[in-house]
């Protein structure tokens, strides 16, 4: 009996990093003879590409900037983990979205998102909002508008003229009726906590330069709650091993 010559010299030669040989070595399906050659993925931002081997075959995306639920939990101890459980996906959606792309700038947004929102116990401000009436920096110009447009969301979005700028950013309404509500319920109240960071008060460039206190004024007016914010930040350059 002739015995049959193993398939794909070239793969066979290769090192098995990935566990396929014992998969593919006996099986008569084409596939790329240049797949020992090179990984089969290719390194994204986030994420990975899909993949060819003889048929295009898919693999789950999975990032390696992605937030953990150990690492979140970490900087947010006293949370509820089923709080935590429901907004982890969202806030990694939004930081991929808006370019909250390095340790150091999750580390910074984590820990204001986790102080405004309570540890992610509220995504909307517990005031009524009265005190916002008539306040014509925030574009509150319609009577109501203080108690309609107070804070929502995970980083808590305040006033018409924020409300109109995300909407518009979106393309949805959330001014009108009860659509400023949207802003409580995700993905919205993580979205609009991204899009406030990145896109109205461009907070990357101060996380790149650690300057917790200058994301603070931009945020609050001030320094309300710096050393909750604080310990916050600290909690998070624990989890993610930032010196």
């Known amino acids: 009996m002739t015995r049959q010559k193993p398939i794909n010299n070239i793969f066979l030669k290769q090192p098995d990093l ?41 693999r789950p995306e999975v990032s390696p900037f992605d937030v953990s639920l150990v690492q979140l939990r970490m900087i947010s101890p006293h949370a509820k983990v089923s709080d935590l459980t429901v907004a982890l996906p969202y806030l990694n959606a939004t930081m991929k979205k808006y370019e909250i792309n390095t340790r150091l700038r999750q580390a910074h947004f984590l820990a204001q998102v986790a102080h405004e929102s309570a540890e992610f116990r509220t995504t909307q401000e517990y005031a009524t909002g009265a005190a916002y ?31 109109t700028a995300y909407g518009l950013y979106i393309n949805q309404d959330v001014t009108t009726s009860e659509n400023p509500k949207k802003l409580e319920k995700y993905p919205l109240a993580a979205d609009c906590a991204g899009w406030f960071w990145t896109i109205l008060k461009k907070l990357n460039r101060l996380a790149d330069a650690d300057n917790l206190i200058a994301i603070t004024r931009k945020i609050n007016g001030g320094t309300n709650g710096i050393k909750n914010r604080t310990q916050h930040l600290a909690n998070a350059k624990k989890a993610f091993h930032i010196k």
């Open 133 to 163: 009436e008539g306040r014509k920096d925030l574009g509150n110009t319609v009577a109501g508008d203080g108690k309609k447009f107070k804070g929502r969301g995970l980083i808590q979005i305040t006033g018409r003229a924020n409300y």
């Open 18 to 58: 990935f566990g396929t040989r014992n998969r593919f070595a006996l099986t008569s399906e084409p596939f790329d003879v240049n797949f020992g050659l090179s990984p089969f993925w290719k390194p994204e931002p986030f994420g990975y590409r899909q993949f060819k081997l003889g048929v295009l075959a898919t």
